[in-house]
């Protein structure tokens, strides 16, 4: 079983709609990360948090919105998606980010899929 | 400029044939990392294995197998009598220990493996 687990599994939204996806982790880690992977290509790195402050935005549009309320919770609102933003939604974690070798432990997904 | 190749798109064996996965990148950091990551038809990635780039020494657990050669610049990935379950997307990755607060995973484009009954 998955230690960092994701909520929902599958979300249908409008492009008018604002949801939240939700991550969390019982590892004790310190890095979380948020993915967007299309089909077929690898996962495309949006967000990461280290300490609970955000580390990095690969430049992500503003109606993704992510928060991080401690070092075990990870979200990510939405709010006014287009349909390109249809994707698999993956949390991540890993013991911290200070330097590249520690792996990531990945979460289930959330498929989103924009109306 | 750092890049993780894998030139096999997708691969179909039957079951019990050996399998293995290519794996070759470029870097210009003396420091790295490589990482394997299986993807079953379910989403979720898991993490499979972690190389640094100074330990050359190849890895077995159970059925897969690693072989890690600097000199190529490749980590490819064995499966060894596969299964049914095997049946997945498996990503090669690269990190570099100096790359500052850059230092995300560079994936490869993944191979698709099909393991038939």
């Known amino acids: 079983d998955t230690e960092v687990t994701q909520t929902p599994k599958h979300l249908v939204m409008g492009m008018t709609n604002k949801k939240s996806l939700k991550c969390e982790q019982h590892?004790?880690?310190?890095?979380m990360y948020w993915y967007k992977q299309k089909a077929k290509k690898p996962p495309e790195l949006m967000f990461v948090?280290?300490?609970?402050?955000?580390?990095i935005n690969e430049s992500v549009p503003s109606r993704f919105s992510p928060e991080c309320p401690n070092s075990s919770l990870l979200n990510l609102h939405l709010h006014a998606l287009q349909p390109e933003d249809s994707a698999l939604y993956l949390c991540a974690s890993s013991q911290v980010f200070s330097r590249g070798d520690y792996e990531q432990y990945f979460g289930p997904g959330t498929r989103l899929t924009v109306t | 400029a750092q890049k993780v190749t894998q030139a096999q798109t997708e691969i179909s064996v039957v079951e019990k044939e050996d399998v293995t996965l290519d794996c070759v990148y470029e870097t210009r950091d003396t420091t790295y990392y490589l990482f394997w990551y299986k993807q079953p038809p379910s989403g979720e990635l898991v993490f499979l294995i972690r190389?640094?780039?100074?330990d050359e020494q190849n890895e077995i657990s159970g059925r897969y197998s690693w072989n890690f050669q600097k000199s190529t610049s490749s980590f490819n990935f064995t499966i060894t009598a596969s299964q049914v379950v095997d049946s997945a997307v498996y990503f090669c990755a690269l990190s570099e220990a100096n790359a500052g607060n850059n230092r995300k995973l560079i994936w490869g484009l993944g191979t698709s493996l099909a393991v038939n009954p």
């Open positions: 590892m004790g880690h310190r890095a």
């Open positions: 190389r640094n780039s100074f």
């Open positions: 948090y280290s300490y609970e402050k955000l580390s």
